[in-house]
C-alpha cells in the first residue's frame, strides 16, 4: 500500500544521510539512477525528498547507499514536496531559476496560453533533463528542458 507523508522532517533527514553516503562512496546521480532503473533528475529529485520510488527502486538506490531497510521504506512514501523554503532562495544558483522565473515567468505564461490555451504544464507528467553543450563563443552551455503535459482548465 502506498502510504503518504504530511511531515517533510524525516524526508529531509533521509536526504541528508542519502547525500552523505552518495558522496562517501564518489558516487554520481547517473550510477544511482542507473541502478534504480530510472532518469537521473527523478532519481535525484526522489533522494532529496521530492518524489516516491517504486519499490525495487528504492531497494537499489538504498543498497548503493548501505541505507536500511526503514530508509527503503521511507523512500517509497509520497512526500510533501517543496525543496525551498519561503521567501527569496539565497543559493546562487536556485535563486537563477528564480531569477529567471522572474524575468520569464509571464513571458512563459502568455506563450503557453496562446499557443495551448487556458490551463497549466503538469509538474506530476513531466520530464526534465540537464544536459551541458559547448558554448561556440566558448566555455558551455547548460541546456535545461522541461517536458510538462498540457492540462486544460474545464469549466464546471
Do not use: C
Not at 25 to 42: C, E, I, N, R, T
Not at 51 to 62: G, I, Q, R, T
Not at 110 to 130: C, M, P, R, W, Y
Amino acid at each position: 500500500m502506498l502510504h503518504a507523508q504530511f511531515d517533510p522532517t524525516a524526508r529531509q533527514a533521509l536526504a541528508v544521510t542519502a547525500v552523505d553516503a552518495k558522496t562517501r562512496k564518489d558516487l554520481s546521480w547517473q550510477q544511482l539512477a542507473d541502478a534504480a532503473g530510472l532518469s537521473v533528475a527523478f532519481v535525484t529529485a526522489a533522494l532529496l525528498g521530492q518524489h516516491a520510488l517504486p519499490e525495487a527502486a528504492a531497494e537499489a538506490v538504498a543498497d548503493l547507499l548501505d541505507l536500511d531497510e526503514d530508509a527503503v521504506r521511507l523512500l517509497q512514501t509520497v512526500p510533501t514536496r517543496g525543496s525551498i523554503p519561503g521567501g527569496i532562495p539565497t543559493d546562487p544558483t536556485i535563486y537563477r531559476f528564480h531569477e529567471m522565473l522572474q524575468v520569464y515567468g509571464t513571458t512563459l505564461k502568455a506563450l503557453v496560453h496562446e499557443q495551448f490555451g487556458d490551463g497549466i504544464i503538469s509538474a506530476i507528467n513531466f520530464k526534465l533533463d540537464v544536459r551541458k553543450v559547448a558554448d561556440p563563443e566558448g566555455g558551455e552551455r547548460a541546456v535545461i528542458t522541461l517536458d510538462g503535459k498540457y492540462l486544460p482548465t474545464r469549466p464546471f
